[in-house]
């Protein structure tokens, strides 16, 4: 079965610092990874995703992620931190091949400060 | 365009009753899903319905919980006999493509369930 970590429960950062938002997964082959972000009051909000092809994929909001298989990772990255980019961020997986069941993991909630 | 949308936004019940709760996909989605997401912890898959294809029911807690979907539109979640645990936020999304997991999915904003 697949699992997602996230092992930050809150990442704290000040504006115009970078940021990274862990996330390690464990799935059978080879990997579709998402990231979404949830808005206070607002829905999740799909980021950015990994299918294959380059490992660094750019999303939305001046978001990336980098994908590495040998440490099945797909951290989230920000080169400068933005107060508006404080929500809660979730790392998703689905095995390729699947007709899509995403496992999430449990989010990390992510605090820019001025 | 319009987004996914869901009701109630709220619903508090008693232990005991049933509940339903609704979702209207993106018009033209042929993936509908419905997460559960308890107080600090991530989404917990539900049901996954395909087109015409029979629903993957694999993410159901229960036989008090059951989901329909009418053709590639509206979609129930039923909650019968709720109890305490059942309290959550109910997600509902939808996405393009037979494939689910190439395309990405847009999440309506939830119901709050609250069983007192």
């Known amino acids: 079965a697949q699992s997602v970590a996230q092992p930050e429960d809150q990442v704290n950062v000040a504006e115009g610092n970078p940021l990274t938002v862990k996330c390690t997964y464990s799935?059978?082959?080879?990997?579709?990874l998402f990231w979404y972000v949830q808005y206070p009051n607002r829905g999740l909000q799909f980021l950015l995703k990994y299918i294959t092809g380059d490992n660094l994929v750019k999303g939305s909001y001046g978001f990336e992620a980098e994908f590495n298989k040998s440490q099945t990772s797909f951290h989230l990255k920000k080169p400068s931190a933005l107060v508006s980019d404080s929500a809660l961020y979730f790392c998703a997986v689905s095995p390729t091949g699947t007709a899509s069941k995403l496992t999430f993991g449990t989010g990390t909630r992510l605090q820019v400060t001025l | 365009g319009a987004g996914v949308s869901q009701s109630p936004s709220n619903k508090v019940t008693e232990k005991g009753k049933d509940v339903e709760l609704r979702c209207d996909p993106i018009s033209g989605h042929t993936a509908l899903y419905w997460y559960r997401q308890r107080l600090g912890q991530g989404l917990e898959f539900l049901i996954y319905f395909q087109g015409n294809s029979a629903p993957d029911k694999s993410g159901l807690p229960s036989d008090r919980f059951s989901a329909e979907r009418t053709g590639e539109s509206v979609s129930t979640l039923t909650i019968q006999r709720t109890q305490q645990e059942d309290s959550a936020v109910y997600l509902c999304a939808s996405s393009l493509a037979s494939i689910g997991a190439l395309s990405e999915q847009y999440f309506g904003p939830g119901t709050r369930l609250t069983v007192t």
């Open positions: 799935v059978s082959g080879n990997p579709y």
